[in-house]
């Protein structure tokens, strides 16, 4: 008998339900169905709490070589699969930092970029030379044209 087909039959003849055995063991139902369809095998741990729950040896209770064979296979491969797992996570993390830091010295290099921007404007601006040269004081009497100065001829063409 497969190690799923000794679940149901001790969790039946103990008059339990599934919800029940997944009370009494701490974990979900969906988890309990599993293992009594075969797609998981229980932990360890599980193991133990339901051959102390159901007054059955261990030994007993995967006592086919091939559930031992499969259990232990499965006990690896979660091993195995945690191990990527933390790889994995480790290199996530290690990504997510690398991005950090770029994100960092692209601002840092914003700044400074603008920093240099803004001096060289401010050094342009104070070292501009004016475009025209400033008219003295004396030459502006000379540009002022008062009423007076225009002659009536000169104003035919006008339009007021």
Known sequence: MELKDKLVALRKSKGLSQIELAEALNVSRQAVSRWEVGTSIPSMEKLIALGKLYDVPLDELVSMGEVQES??????????????????????????????????????????????????????????????????????????????????????????
Request: proline fraction near 4%; glycine fraction near 4%.
């Open 71 to 160: 259990i232990v296979q499965a006990l690896e491969k979660d091993g195995r699969e945690e191990k990527e797992g933390e790889k994995q996570q480790d290199i996530y993390k290690e990504q997510y930092h690398i991005k950090k830091s770029i994100v960092h010295i692209g601002a840092v290099l914003m700044v400074i970029l603008m920093v240099v921007i803004s001096c060289i404007m401010v050094y342009l601006i104070r070292n501009q030379k004016p475009s025209e040269e400033p008219i003295p004081i004396q030459d502006l009497k000379s540009s002022i044209v008062l009423p007076e100065d225009i002659e009536e001829d000169e104003l035919d063409g006008v339009a007021w």
